[in-house]
């Protein structure tokens, strides 16, 4: 059996080990907190039912993956896996220290992937003693609807780690995208400047949020408004993004706009806080 780990039982974290439970491989959740893997299990277990009520997938196959789901707390608990994918805090710092742990605790053949949506792979791969193992996975969320994976290419990162990285997330029925290792890669150099400038608009009294979103939905033929696209992500998510495109590009068009950091300094984070441009129950 396809071994792999996942280092943090959040959002993305969840929906990445529904994805590869699901695909047929044993996954180990990780996470410091167990009320979060707790959670994180309720979580895949309801999307899973949501499944099955849709006829996407039968009882027996849900219980099935949902069996091959193991959660740990402790980082040593990935020593076997073949495959880790980290989904921590978009944090620079974090994410340096479990790349730095993780090469210590796994096999030399282990490849270490990062979900990161913006922070240089190459910079996480000098935390390794492997770089060449070293790849940016990112999903996208909800990890078990959206097809897109970004597959980030560090300065080290070498063509079978990609080839092999590329193949799983094609069984997983992903669609992979090669891309090379620059801030925002291309998913967020796009999407966060539309939305910080929809922040913009609110702030300078151009249209409120609903407008906004409707102009964006119904002109542009967008599935969702990029303020509430923003509230989905998490506002101090977007505003992370922003940071690191701004430092790493030195452009002022990536600058976060001041409504953005009031917010998030205010914790209106979006859904997760019940409030953000948008109100949630």
């Not at 695909?23 to 499944?51: C, F, S």
């Not at 970004?150 to 990162?157: A, D, N, Q, V």
């Amino acid at each position: 059996m396809k071994k792999m780990a996942i280092v943090g039982a959040g959002t993305m974290g969840n929906g990445i080990a529904h994805v590869f439970a699901q695909g047929g491989w044993q996954v180990t959740l990780i996470d410091v907190a167990q009320p979060q893997l707790e959670k994180a299990l309720a979580v895949i277990r309801k999307n899973m039912d949501r499944q099955v009520k849709k006829g996407a997938l039968t009882e027996a196959d849900r219980d099935a993956a949902l069996e091959r789901i193991a959660t740990e707390t402790e980082l040593e608990k990935a020593s076997d896996a073949e495959l880790v994918v980290e989904a921590a805090t978009e944090a620079s710092d974090l994410k340096f220290e479990l790349f730095a742990k993780l090469s210590e605790v796994t096999s030399a053949d282990t490849i270490l992937a990062s979900n990161t949506s913006s922070i240089s792979i190459t910079d996480i791969a000098a935390h390794t003693g492997r770089p060449d193992k070293v790849v940016g996975m990112h999903f996208m969320n909800p990890v078990p609807m959206m097809k897109l994976v970004e597959i980030i290419r560090g300065l080290g990162t070498s063509d079978e780690t990609t080839a092999q990285v590329t193949e799983i997330s094609s069984s997983l029925g992903k669609t992979p995208v090669e891309v090379n290792d620059y801030p925002g890669f291309v998913a967020n150099r796009v999407l966060m400047p539309m939305i910080n400038e929809a922040v913009y608009c609110v702030m300078e009294g151009v249209a409120t949020p609903e407008a906004v979103d409707t102009v964006m939905k119904l002109g542009m033929n967008h599935p969702m408004g990029p303020l509430a696209l923003a509230d989905l992500i998490g506002l101090d998510v977007c505003l992370s993004i922003l940071e690191v495109l701004h430092s790493g590009l030195g452009d002022p068009k990536y600058r976060a706009c001041p409504l953005l950091r009031k917010m998030v300094a205010a914790g209106r984070l979006g859904r997760k806080t019940g409030h953000g441009f948008y109100e949630y129950n």
